[in-house]
T-cell receptor, first 115, second 110 residues
Framework: DADVTQTPRNRITKTGKRIMLECSQT?????MYWYRQDPGLGLRLIYY???????NKGEISDGYSVSRQAQAKFSLSLESAIPNQTALYFC??????????????FGSGTRLTVV | QKEVEQNSGPLSVPEGAIASLNCTYS??????FFWYRQYSGKSPELIMF????GDKEDGRFTAQLNKASQYVSLLIRDSQPSDSATYLC??????????FGKGTMLLVSP
C-alpha cells in the first residue's frame, strides 16, 4: 500500500456542489499539506497542518476548508465548487529529521474537474 | 512575496549529455532547497536536497547551491530518456512549508 493515499483519484462534479478530498498516511508524520497544481502555475499551497490541533492557511485558501481528523488523516473540502477549482490536487506529508530535511512525500493526486 | 523562478523549457539534450537545470529564489532567508522530478500526470518525487553552499552529489545527480547569488542548480550526468520529466525546484524559508517553482521540462532524446 502507498504511504500517502488520496481518494478519489478522479472526480467530476458540478458547480455549486460540496466535495471532499481525503488523504491518509501510514508514515507516522505529524505534518500534512494540501497543494493544487495547475498548468503554467505550478504547485500552490492551500492549507497545512503541523499536528491535529494546528491548521494554517496557505497562499490560496479561499473557497477551501480542511479537517485534521487524526494524525494520519487530513481532508480538503470545497464548500461550493466552481470551475476554476478544476486542478490536480496533492496531499503531502513531512517529518523533518534535521536542518535541511523538510522534503515532502506526496500522494498520487486527485484530478478534480468542476463542470 | 517569496518567489522561486525556473525556465519552463523544454530543455532538450541528447542521451549521454549533461543536463543543467537552474533555479533562482527571492527570499534571502531561505534555508533548504529541493529538487523534485515529476512525470506527466504523476506525483512529484524527491531526488535531492541541499542546505549548504557548494555541491552535493548523489549518483548521476549533483545539486549546487550559491546563497550569495540566490541560485540553485541540478546537473544530471549521462542523461537517459527515462530522465525526461518536469523538474521542480522547491525552497523552504524556515516556516516548514515549501514554495515551488513552476518547473522545467527536460527532454532527453535517444
Amino acid at each position: 500500500d502507498a504511504d500517502v493515499t488520496q481518494t478519489p483519484r478522479n472526480r467530476i462534479t458540478k458547480t455549486g456542489k460540496r466535495i471532499m478530498l481525503e488523504c491518509s498516511q501510514t508514515k507516522g508524520h505529524d505534518r500534512m499539506y494540501w497543494y493544487r497544481q495547475d498548468p503554467g502555475l505550478g504547485l500552490r499551497l492551500i492549507y497545512y497542518s503541523f499536528d491535529v490541533k494546528d491548521i494554517n492557511k496557505g497562499e490560496i485558501s479561499d473557497g477551501y476548508s480542511v479537517s485534521r481528523q487524526a494524525q494520519a488523516k487530513f481532508s480538503l473540502s470545497l464548500e461550493s465548487a466552481i470551475p476554476n477549482q478544476t486542478a490536480l490536487y496533492f496531499c503531502a506529508t513531512s517529518d523533518p529529521q534535521g536542518m535541511g530535511d523538510y522534503g515532502y512525500t506526496f500522494g498520487s493526486g486527485t484530478r478534480l474537474t468542476v463542470v | 512575496q517569496k518567489e522561486v523562478e525556473q525556465n519552463s523549457g523544454p530543455l532538450s539534450v541528447p542521451e549521454g549529455a549533461i543536463a543543467s537545470l537552474n533555479c533562482t529564489y527571492s527570499d534571502r532567508g531561505s534555508q533548504s532547497f529541493f529538487w523534485y522530478r515529476q512525470y506527466s500526470g504523476k506525483s512529484p518525487e524527491l531526488i535531492m536536497f541541499i542546505y549548504s553552499n557548494g555541491d552535493k552529489e548523489d549518483g548521476r545527480f549533483t545539486a549546487q547551491l550559491n546563497k550569495a547569488s540566490q541560485y540553485v542548480s541540478l546537473l544530471i550526468r549521462d542523461s537517459q530518456p527515462s530522465d525526461s520529466a518536469t523538474y521542480l525546484c522547491a525552497v523552504n524559508t524556515g516556516y516548514s512549508t515549501l514554495t515551488f517553482g513552476k518547473g522545467t521540462m527536460l527532454l532527453v532524446s535517444p
